[in-house]
């Protein structure tokens, strides 16, 4: 995982190697302080000229000037490296999505997506700072003090002996329960608000119902089950406090104590005063090195959930690969299916389309009919191979679709998708998303074709109206026609209509239609609706039911042969379903 | 977007983080000060009890530091022996292990304490806020967004968190430990103390002017972030359309350059604030050579000392302010970071306040509804079981009290209403719906459809005319019993957490198993539910997002037929049910509709082609009105929408 992760630093080695040296060239100076400082207090205190003590204190200003120093390079290297570490890893995961099959986009949701490139990596980012600048501080400043503590100290020095095992005994007894607990209470802290969430979400319902009074109770419960968890988690964390604050008193007596008989009993020659404040100054310094230790751990281990989820998509093969020697020319619009068989996923029990036999003639128009989950949308996904067969074969202009350069094959084969979308921007960037080098008129001509152009004009902007995110300032039924021109500009050989006019009304439903037939009679034109009305003149129509082709044929075969297009067509024209908003 | 959680430690917000121009609110400190007196009236004040002793203890070893060392002095000075001097220094060692064995006590205690009492308070907290909530009148979600609504119960209680477990004690305990500092350093030398409050003064600028600039780049680092998250979130969700347009690579180039620029702002942001340590430690480390130098001049010059305690100027004196300085400057910054922490946690318990003191939903209704039987002379009881017979029980001024039999007979009579003031969207709407008969609304989003249901179950109160319920002004009914009687299924389906047999018992939940099961099954759900891999025990999770939305709305309606109201409203209910799946559920529904009074609103004409009263509306108004037939026959509105000229959206 490290290894994975490792990959998107890249060209911040530089100043991640840098931070550690810096930060090494600090704790130096940083030990090194109080043993000068201690010569100072005994200059001061055997009465040496003040020259002396001058001099001194003036080498422990530079030496302040330098930790300083290096303290600040290494503050601005460890925030290059962490924000620019951040920063390709982002990029690497986009990269990694951008490369994603439709398969893998179904395996990860869109939340649980943005959730990896924000929060996680932001979780991320502040470990590798922390590992960078403390994890490698604190072990040094541990081992440097304990070192200098016990060549000046000597004897001073025991009492470290029995309070560093104790407080990092102290520490991991804290880690070892709390992470645990909390991680616990947290899963379950997650549950709440998503039922909190869940509540805001249905007022309408609870308050329609009149349930106040009993999600009130329902949540009491929940939260008071909480409440006691994280007591007890928190409890377990409020030890550290203590745990601390003993070893610290411990070791000031123990210095008081055998300091003032050390120095005494040997008249101020082995141990002198300055030594004793110096052991002091350690004895802070090495446990509060431990005590920034125990924190990293508890950070690394919180954050180590977000570099599996990063690591999760790094690592995720797109599972759609352009061939070796791709064709990069699509013949026509004719498409055939082989013993088509297809399913999601691997494991699925049931397969979404099963013994697929058909043949459309490029320039066709074909319409698909069939009740919701008949697999309609899983049929025509496969021409432009968004999903690859799990058995048999398409064929697009006479290939199989597998030998296609892929960017090629969804240029010839535009596709309107069911859950559309367009994007934050001007109805002109939007539609040039279809080809970014088409010329106004061209556009006009696609909007004019997709009944677009009539509402466009209608904005005070025209065509330079701006799209808010997720184009919640269009209708859906225009929405729907923009996007259909913005397929249209890619002038396709074939064109997917995925239940795409849905909310346009009929009659200009029916002039998209004519338009087709009349402008782009060569393109191979497949219309998935619910209404009857928006296939009955096409030239065939597949029945789909429970993901196997049921019919096929034109309107009046249809009329005869197919009992659910029967009664499709008599339960709409007889039930007056002029107006499908589904 | 998840919510942001609970995340402890990365949780936090770094140092120097923005929080605007806020000024710290006293009225709301005293407020969370107040609650928890009540709430923790002994143990409350026994935490801060141990905080103030373990502070004042905190500052014990500089005055023993200085008279063990004063003892070592004067032996070494006199030659004296250990044997001697001990007898002085145990004595003070033995009272300051002593006084730290009562700190430690005091320590473990308080923090026990402060973690016992943070959590309590705030599950407290939750329990209030959200009681509080469902209080909260319809109008409130409707102009709140809900990632804010959840925001207080994530971020803001997570700022009061900090609020009560960590500023609140550090302030109290930093706040002791500087004064006494402050008082000893006095009492032992009034030259050096000076010299400490220059440094320390210096010392406060400079973090100002670091933490300013920290402060400036962390605003636009947010700034960046949010743009960031803003192109990610369009970007995920509109995967698929890139993949199918080639968009990959553009789409890549867009995100580096945001990405990058996110990557600059929060290098600066983080750079500031990670240098601020340094700053402090070294300030601290020259300020010590410093008072070390001055002392030392102090000494050799024999300036005359000037201290409360009026001790002359020795080594013994100095040393201990060495350390002194240390804990003096450690402390003030502690407090100057607090300031930031309690100014943000109060913003955080202003919010939560805000809910808290929001106005209720009122609800001055005394009609309610009781189970009835009627006697053989039809006159209505009250009853204590269920008889399927309900009553409005109504109590008159004068003491009486009738009884009026709940039968379904809603009348509108000249309503206008407006959501906001001003803005009217209902113009005299006027409905008379008979007990079993089906009344449907059509007409464009944004008419006033679902406001009319919004009126009658008093999501919203009306501005003017009159909606009458078996005759009785709605006003006067207590509105739980009110919306008791009204059954709603809506377009955007709700279902919570939990087996697909609870979610229909939310209906009425003394429902049987049984009757539940009666309920799907006269909905058309049965059939489906069936066939999910545990029937009726099928966890629903996230909304039920395992579940097609047309089965999420079959559920919804067996949930509102379990409920067996008189009056139902649907409000699109069958809207992402495929027609031929809709052809089949019409019969349950129909039977479920029988004997029933029933709003009905749909985009689609044939779910409601065979309703008893068609109203067309447009702009608030009613333009068009009758049965299906007598509307054709007008070729007006219903007529061009029937035909499909028309575009409803």
Avoid at chain 1, 73 to 82: L, N, P, R, V
Avoid at chain 1, 384 to 389: E, G
Avoid at chain 2, 471 to 476: D, L, R, T, W, Y
Wanted: aromatic share 8%; proline share 3%; net charge neutral.
């Amino acid at each position: 995982m490290i290894k994975t992760l490792a990959k998107s630093i890249r060209e911040y080695k530089l100043p991640s190697i840098l931070t550690v040296i810096f930060i090494m060239g600090e704790v130096l100076i940083e030990v090194a302080i109080p043993f000068i400082t201690a010569n100072l207090v005994n200059s001061i205190d055997a009465g040496e000229p003040i020259i002396n003590v001058i001099k001194t204190g003036l080498i422990l200003v530079a030496m302040a000037f330098a930790s300083l120093a290096c303290g600040g390079i290494a503050a601005i290297t460890s925030a290059k490296a962490s924000t620019g570490f951040a920063r390709n890893l982002r990029r690497d995961m986009f990269q990694k999505i951008q490369g994603f099959s439709f398969s893998n986009i179904d395996k990860f949701s869109a939340t649980s997506l943005v959730t990896r490139l924000t929060t996680d990596i932001t979780h991320v980012q502040m470990s590798y700072m922390m590992v960078i600048r403390v994890a490698i501080r604190s072990p040094m400043l541990f081992i440097f003090s304990v070192i200098t503590a016990y060549t000046m100290g000597g004897a001073l020095a025991t009492s470290f002996v029995v309070v560093i095992p104790v407080l990092i005994g102290g520490l991991l007894f804290v880690a070892k329960n709390a992470m645990p607990a909390f991680r616990r209470v947290f899963k379950k802290y997650d549950k709440l608000n998503e039922s909190i969430e869940e509540n805001v979400r249905a007022m309408r319902v609870v308050k329609g119902f009149s349930r106040e009074e009993y999600e009130k109770q329902k949540f009491a419960s929940a939260a008071d089950g909480i409440t006691e968890d994280f007591t007890k988690a928190e409890r377990i964390v409020a030890l550290n406090n203590p745990i601390m604050q003993f070893c610290m008193y411990f070791n000031t007596v123990v210095i008081l104590f055998l300091g003032s008989y050390l120095v005494i009993s040997s008249s101020g020659k082995s141990v002198n005063v300055g030594q004793i404040s110096a052991m002091l100054t350690y004895g802070v310094q090495i446990l509060m090195s431990l005590m920034m230790l125990s924190m990293i751990y508890v950070m690394l281990t919180m954050s180590l959930e977000s570099m599996k989820r990063i690591c999760e998509v790094l690592n995720e093969e797109s599972s759609l690969k352009n061939p070796e020697n791709p064709l990069y020319e699509v013949k026509d619009g004719s498409i055939k299916f082989n013993n088509v068989n297809f399913k999601y996923n691997k494991d699925a029990k049931r397969n979404a389309l099963e013994g697929i036999n058909l043949e459309i003639k490029s320039g066709m128009t074909v319409g698909v009919i069939g009740g919701t989950g008949s697999s309609k949308s899983s049929l025509v996904q496969l021409i432009p191979r968004l999903y690859d067969v799990t058995d048999g074969e398409v064929l697009v202009g006479g290939e199989d679709v597998r030998k296609y350069d892929i960017k090629t094959l969804r240029d010839a084969v535009a596709m309107v998708l069911q859950k559309n979308q367009l994007f934050s921007g001007t109805i002109k960037e939007n539609l040039r998303w279809g080809n970014e080098n088409a010329t106004d008129e061209e556009l006009i001509e696609a909007c004019k074709l997709a009944q677009a152009d009539e509402f466009i004009n209608g904005f005070t902007d025209g065509y330079d109206t701006y799209i808010e995110q997720g184009g919640t300032n269009v209708s859906g039924g225009q929405k729907q026609r923009l996007c259909i021109a913005r397929a249209l500009l890619k002038k396709p050989k074939i064109l997917i209509l995925d239940d795409s006019t849905s909310a346009v009304d009929t009659k200009t439903d029916a002039f998209i239609r004519k338009g087709f037939k009349e402008f782009i009679p060569n393109t191979t034109k497949i219309i998935i609706a619910q209404r009857v009305a928006s296939v009955q003149d096409a030239d065939m129509i597949i029945v789909m039911e429970n993901g196997k082709i049921a019919n096929v044929g034109n309107h009046n075969e249809l009329m005869n042969t197919s009992e659910i297009y029967r009664e499709v067509y008599n339960q709409q024209t007889n039930g007056g379903d002029s107006n499908e908003n589904a | 977007m998840r919510t942001p959680n609970y995340r402890g430690p990365q949780g936090k917000a770094p140092a120097g983080m923005p929080h605007g121009r806020r000024k710290l609110s006293v009225p709301t400190l005293k407020r969370v000060l107040k609650m928890l007196f009540s709430y923790y009236p002994v143990l409350f004040p026994l935490a801060l009890g141990c905080i103030v002793f373990a502070a004042l203890v905190a500052t014990a070893p500089a005055i023993f530091n200085q008279r063990i060392i004063a003892i070592i002095e004067e032996t070494l000075e006199q030659n004296g022996t250990w044997a001697a001097a001990s007898k002085e220094i145990i004595p003070n060692i033995i009272v300051l292990a002593s006084l730290y064995i009562v700190s430690l006590a005091a320590v473990f205690t308080q923090t026990q304490l402060m973690a016992y009492i943070t959590q309590g308070f705030l599950g407290k907290m939750r329990k209030t806020l959200f009681n509080g909530m469902q209080n909260l009148p319809i109008k409130y979600f409707d102009t709140n967004k809900h990632g804010d609504i959840m925001s207080h119960f994530t971020n803001d209680i997570d700022t009061l968190r900090m609020l009560v477990s960590q500023s609140i004690p550090t302030i109290l305990q930093a706040g002791i430990v500087v004064i006494t500092v402050f008082i000893i350093m006095l009492s032992y030398s009034i030259w050096i103390t000076l010299v400490v409050l220059i440094g320390v003064f210096f010392l406060f600028m400079v973090t100002k002017k670091v933490g300013g600039g920290s402060a400036k780049y962390f605003m636009r680092q947010q700034q960046a972030i949010g743009k960031t998250e803003g192109f990610i979130q369009e970007m995920m969700n509109g995967q698929k359309v890139v993949k199918v347009f080639c968009h990959e690579d553009k789409t890549q180039k867009q995100f580096d350059e945001i990405n990058d620029a996110l990557c600059e702002d929060s290098k600066r942001a983080h750079a500031y604030a990670n240098i601020l340590g340094p700053i402090n430690m070294n300030i601290g480390n020259i300020l010590y050579v410093i008072i070390a130098t001055v002392g030392g001049l102090l000494l050799l010059l024999n300036v005359p000392n000037i201290g409360l305690a009026g001790l002359p100027l020795s080594i013994s004196i100095v040393i201990p302010f060495l350390n002194m300085t240390k804990q003096f400057t450690g402390n003030v910054n502690q407090l100057s970071q607090q300031i930031n922490s309690i100014v943000m946690g109060l913003a955080g318990a202003e919010r939560v306040f805000e809910i808290m003191d929001a106005m209720p939903e009122d609800d001055e209704g005394y009609v309610t509804l009781v189970n009835a039987k009627k006697d053989e002379n039809g006159n209505i009881t009250e009853t204590d079981e269920r008889t399927g017979l309900w009553a409005w029980k109504h109590p008159h001024e004068d003491g009486t009290l009738t009884y009026t039999e709940l039968r379904g007979d809603v009348r509108m009579v000249g309503v206008d209403f407006g959501y906001e003031e001003g803005k009217e969207v209902l113009h005299d709407v006027s409905v008379y719906a008979e007990p079993g008969q089906k009344v449907a609304f059509v007409g464009a989003t944004g008419a006033g459809k679902t406001t009319i249901t919004n009126l009658i179950n008093r999501f919203y109160d009306i501005a003017d005319g009159k909606i009458r319920y078996d005759g009785i002004n709605i006003n006067k009914i207590k509105k739980s019993d009110l919306r008791r009687s009204l059954g709603i299924v809506l377009q955007e389906t709700n279902l919570f957490t939990g087996t697909v047999m609870e979610n229909i018992r939310y209906g009425r939940l003394d429902a049987t198993d049984d009757e539940c099961i009666k309920a799907a099954k006269l909905s058309g759900a049965d059939d489906f539910i069936t066939r999910l891999p545990n029937g009726y025990d099928t966890e629903l999770k996230n909304n039920g997002s395992n579940l097609s939305q047309g089965q999420r709305q079959l559920i919804a309606i067996a949930r509102a037929a379990v409920a067996d109201p008189p009056v139902m409203i649907l409000d699109e209910a069958t809207s992402s049910i495929d027609t031929r799946t809709e052809a089949i559920v019409q019969k349950g529904m129909d039977s479920l509709m029988k004997g029933r009074t029933v709003f009905v609103i749909a985009h689609r004409l044939s779910t409601v082609k065979n309703s008893d009263v068609i109203m067309v509306l447009d702009k608030g108004r009613i333009i068009e009105r009758g049965s299906h037939e007598d509307l054709i026959k007008q070729k007006g509105q219903y007529y061009s929408l029937y035909t499909g000229a028309f575009e409803l959206e």
